[in-house]
């Protein structure tokens, strides 16, 4: 079993720029691909980026350029830097691990992000 805990969520003014840290329980990002994902109220759940146990990433085209995600060395930390928020990146963000192969499959429990003057 792995734990997911995701932080740094918050209010910003449009414009700004926030970090979210997705923390697991062991050290998984080497065999786990992780993403982030955000669902806005009335809306889906959205993959906002990826990154595969290689290092590689890929992002949604809304997020290009803006958004970045990365891992810690220690490949037990994601983190996604947001910068030049806008009002609807709002949404609820959740980190996901996820290791196809065995089926394995994780959510954290949510951190909210309110992009508003």
């Known amino acids: 079993q792995v734990q997911l805990v995701e932080s740094g969520g918050g209010l910003v003014q449009p414009g700004g720029s926030l970090r979210l840290s997705c923390a697991a329980s062991r050290s998984i990002f080497s065999i786990y691909a992780a993403g982030w994902y955000r669902q806005a109220p009335g809306k889906q759940r959205e993959l906002v980026a990826a990154i595969t146990k290689g290092g590689n990433t890929n992002y949604a085209d809304s997020v290009k350029g803006r958004f970045t995600i990365s891992r810690t060395n220690a490949l037990d930390t994601v983190y996604l830097q947001m910068n030049s928020l806008k009002p609807e990146d709002t949404a609820v963000y959740y980190c996901?691990?996820?290791?196809?192969?065995?089926?394995?499959?994780?959510w954290g429990q949510g951190t909210q992000v309110t992009v508003s003057s």
């Open positions: 996901n691990a996820n290791w196809v192969v065995a089926g394995r499959d994780y």
